[in-house]
């Protein structure tokens, strides 16, 4: 029994092996050719951002008990005239799908708890939210859109690699040549909220904010505790700055926290104060610790899902607190289309409100998703790390009903995969592709990139800064997730998921390399990842 599967969809596969030769039949009856959508079986007529048709993982040729390869390539004239077998749809278990997240939340709040003294709660720990809490140099795109990465190394593990997806969007604009954003800050202001480094850091956070918005920008401000309140209508900065700072200023925590009001009165005073041509975004400030009136998590979410599909006011939710509602917070910033980042000091409450927000505001893709076509002649098994609640059903990649992610201009986002490679493999290995609509005229594109056994480092400690970053990220978290000894070498194979990443070095291992990935780079966001894996190293 293979530990990792292929993608942790053992339980579908009699469903996927059904759906795999119904698509089959109606390609071989329909006659499609190479535009056909290999996943869904659907018609794809969509140009990617180049103008081209939209590349798609398409078989090659009849593998073995059922194997079909595929390379992201699309078939020809010529292979139709002489009956090749690209008309065969691929295995769907050798496809993985996934709405894109920028959330960092998950890393911010393990380094509180871990500054605390204690490790955090394993449900807590997102993978990919401390994968992309690291910057990454990917090539860039030249207009909206992504560019696509896939690069790879060699775990110690013997055949295991780890493979990476990276995705980039366009430098941010300078802070003039954005659009203007009208942005309804709802505060928590609860008693819980007066612990030190909760309501202080974001009030001194958002008046160094205020201070930094256009003149053209509008704010509003909704507080709530046991009740909820607008105390500011959404006004323009202009010559009204000294009105939001006092406003700001005269913000005290006060009872419990009924966080069903907040959320239903902020987004009440974000669709009368709507601007049209204008950025329209909730920005949530709490602990999340709803207590009073409606805490009843899905009701919550269904007003914050309803304000987006009708309005397209997206939430941007900020986490505060050592106490932090995790769950809740990212379901809500999900359903509302947004993401979610957590402060715990003030200069991670200055980078989160005078940096990140401003970059935020604009947005370059709505419903990003992403697929990875694994070539099952090269790959034997695989697993995507974390991502667990923003998987998608293979064949809803271009059925843009579904939801995906929104992302923004200066993004990078970072998927890492376990791959088992066969023994002796050589050639294509996958083509991953991420698909996105354009954020006013909602017209779908597409953009692929591949990479071949070949292209794979000899070690992932090897390999370069930002894979080592990347697999440092992903092997501390699994760390945090998988508790047990993590002091020695080797990795556990006894959890429930599959156990821990192939090759994982024991913590104390983890520490050294991250400790001296640091000095060699002199990054302070690595030299806070390094000094949070010694910690939990000590704790373990």
């Known amino acids: ?103 960092t939340a998950s890393y911010g709040y393990a ?37 696509v990465t896939v690069d790879g190394a060699r775990t110690d593990d013997e055949d295991w690699s780890l493979v990476r997806v990276g995705l980039a969007t366009r430098p941010a604009e300078r802070q003039s040549e954005r659009p203007p954003a009208a942005l309804t800050f709802v505060i928590d202001i609860s008693g819980s909220m007066a612990e030190p480094g909760r309501l202080d850091l974001a009030q001194e956070a958002l008046g160094t904010m205020t201070d930094r918005l256009r003149d053209d920008d509008s704010v509003a401000i909704v507080t709530f505790s046991d009740e909820a309140e607008t105390v500011l209508p959404m006004t323009r900065l202009g010559d009204d700055r000294d009105r939001v700072h006092d406003a700001i200023d005269e913000l005290e925590p006060m009872e419990s926290t009924n966080l069903g009001a907040g959320v239903e009165t902020g987004y009440e005073t974000a669709v009368e104060g709507r601007r049209e041509g204008a950025t329209n975004r909730v920005v949530l400030v709490s602990d999340a610790l709803a207590n009073t009136g409606d805490t009843d998590a899905d009701s919550i ?100 009903r579904v939801d995906g992610g929104e992302v923004g201009p200066g993004h990078t986002v970072t998927a890492l995969y376990a791959v088992r490679t066969r023994s002796g493999a050589d050639g294509h290995l996958a083509t991953a592709t991420v698909r996105w609509l354009d954020p006013d005229s909602r017209d779908p594109h597409e953009e692929s990139g591949g990479v071949e056994t070949d292209a794979l480092d000899d070690s992932v400690w090897d390999a370069d800064r930002g894979l080592r970053v990347t697999a440092t990220a992903a092997y501390f978290a699994d760390a945090l997730r998988t508790p047990g000894d993590h002091h020695g070498d080797g990795y556990r194979d006894d959890h429930a998921d599959g156990g821990s990443l192939p090759g994982a070095p024991g913590l104390s291992e983890l520490s050294e390399r991250a400790d001296g990935l640091a000095d060699r780079t002199e990054d302070e966001d690595l030299r806070d990842l390094a000094e949070a894996i010694e910690e939990a190293n000590r704790l373990a």
Do not use: W
Not at 116 to 145: C, I, K, M
Not at 303 to 324: C, I, N, W
């Open 301 to 400: 979410l269904e007003r914050v899902a309803t304000e987006r599909r009708e309005h397209g006011v997206t939430l941007f939710g900020v986490g505060v607190g050592s106490d932090y509602g995790d769950a809740l917070m990212e379901r809500l910033a999900d359903e509302g289309d947004g993401h979610t980042t957590y402060v715990s000091n003030p200069q991670d409450a200055r980078e989160v409100f005078c940096e990140q927000l401003p970059r935020h505001i604009e947005l370059t893709a709505r419903d990003a998703k992403a697929q990875v076509a694994f070539d099952p002649e090269t790959v034997a098994e695989f697993r995507l790390v974390g991502y667990d609640n923003r998987r998608v059903a293979d064949e809803d990649f271009r059925d843009d």
């Open 1 to 103: 029994m293979n530990r990792y599967g292929t993608d942790g969809k053992r339980g579908r596969r009699g469903a996927t092996a059904l759906l795999a030769l119904t698509l089959a039949g109606g390609l071989l009856l329909t006659g499609c050719g190479g535009d056909d959508d290999a996943s869904s079986g659907a018609k794809d007529t969509t140009s990617d951002s180049r103008g081209g048709s939209a590349p798609m993982p398409a078989p090659d040729r009849p593998r073995g008990e059922g194997e079909q390869r595929y390379d992201g390539g699309t078939s020809s004239g010529e292979d139709e005239k002489n009956g090749d077998s690209r008309e065969i749809a691929p295995d769907p278990d050798y496809l993985s799908t996934f709405a894109l997240d920028v959330d």
């Open 111 to 147: 380094r509180r708890t871990l500054s605390e003294g204690r490790l955090p709660d394993p449900s807590t720990v997102r993978p990919e939210e401390f994968v992309n809490s690291f910057r990454q140099d990917y090539e860039r795109p030249d207009g909206d859109g992504f560019s």
